[in-house]
């Protein structure tokens, strides 16, 4: 089986190739206690029952969004407890990113922190959201704006999940894996043309972006916002859109957005923003979005909490996998920009 290391607060494997099931076992095995958290969704469809025993229990949680609410983490501090959990035991998380982000914000905050394991389930959780140690979960002021950083102990990649996925989720776990080739792994956009064949290795390049990238900036100081490609306009749709829209679908939009601005302000040619189009649209995502929509997509781009005092700030692109830091467009140049991506 093979593996990807990750070097942050500690040094931690995401395993390619695993079993999921063989996986939960051993971790149980090794810790008295496992609390296993996964979304009611996936319990019969995988019969994640199965696997209780004395010293692994299974808790339901909700699907989507709704794990990821202050309400909810206060339920599971209570699980905690009641269960008993010690600094020496463990929380694993099964689900999609969103089932990952709550349970590493209950194990990040539970006894100010004790040891987890992330099985993603979804091909945006198995390239992104499992990897890299931000957990967290929503504030009613915004997406996200509660968590810590604390990496998993290990990341188990199972590919047997992808089989259930829906072709909406697949799709929305693309964006990130196009924005992965974009920014660092040109090789990406070429196995993309065929994804479904490809998606072992497409899984485990995407990772290995990712890998590389927090391994170097675990906290974000600046290397890390490279991830962030397409993401600054991504947030504000997902806003607008009340997170109806899966965060990847709103990420194609913003990947085009990012793309054009690009060739605007940083050099990056007309065919390379076409290739943007063109592979998003491989796999039904959005490229355009409502004309009307700027004034109060700048609104919350100037709240995004990425962004550094006033000034809008864009991760961009002069060549593909050159990413380059556009701090300095005018409005005119987003508008500009923007103009291209509407309709
Ligand atoms: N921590 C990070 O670095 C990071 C990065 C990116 C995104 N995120 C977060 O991840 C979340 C989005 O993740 P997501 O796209 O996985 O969404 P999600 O967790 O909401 O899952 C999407 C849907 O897919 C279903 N699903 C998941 N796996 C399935 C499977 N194998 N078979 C059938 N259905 C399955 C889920 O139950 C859900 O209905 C957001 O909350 C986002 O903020 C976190």
Not at 322 to 334: C, G, M, N, R
């Amino acid at each position: 089986m093979s593996s990807i290391k990750v070097v942050a607060e500690r040094e931690y494997s995401v395993h390619l190739d695993a079993n999921w099931r063989k996986s939960v076992e051993a971790i149980a095995e090794s810790h008295n206690k496992t609390l296993l958290m996964v979304p009611a969704e996936l319990v019969e469809q995988f019969q994640v029952l199965a696997l209780a025993k004395a010293n692994l229990r299974i808790v339901e949680i909700p699907t989507g969004e709704a794990a990821k609410s202050p309400d909810y983490l206060l339920k599971m501090w209570e699980v905690c407890g009641d269960y008993g959990l010690t600094r020496s035991d463990c929380i694993i998380g099964i689900g999609g990113g969103s089932a990952t982000d709550l349970a590493g914000f209950v194990a990040a905050s539970w006894l100010r922190g004790i040891t987890w394991h992330a099985i993603p389930t979804s091909l945006a959780g198995m390239v992104d959201a499992a990897i890299g140690g931000k957990t967290g979960i929503n504030s009613s002021h915004g997406k996200n704006l509660i968590g810590a950083f604390h990496s998993p102990s290990s990341v188990v990649i199972d590919k047997e999940f992808l089989e259930s996925l829906s072709e909406r989720d697949f799709n929305a776990g693309m964006a990130e894996v196009i924005k992965s080739g974009f920014i660092a792994d040109s090789k990406i956009l070429e196995l993309a043309l065929d994804a479904k064949a490809n998606i072992a290795e497409l899984i485990a390049r995407s990772i290995a972006v990712k890998a590389s990238v927090v391994s170097s900036d675990f906290k974000e100081g600046r290397l890390r916002e490279i991830l962030n490609y397409g993401h600054t306009l991504g947030h504000a749709i997902e806003k607008i859109e009340e997170y109806k829209l899966r965060h990847g679908e709103a990420v194609a939009i913003g990947l085009v957005f990012a793309a054009e601005l690009s060739n605007i302000a940083g050099g990056l040619s007309a065919m390379a923003v076409e290739q943007h189009r063109e592979l998003l649209r491989k796999f039904e995502l959005p490229t355009t979005y409502r004309p009307d929509a700027l004034p109060k997509l700048l609104e919350l781009m100037a709240g995004d909490k990425k962004s550094r005092g006033t000034a809008l700030r864009f991760i961009g692109l002069e060549d593909i996998a050159k990413p380059i830091w556009l701090e300095a467009v005018t409005s005119d140049q987003i508008a500009e920009a923007y103009g291209r991506i509407s309709s």
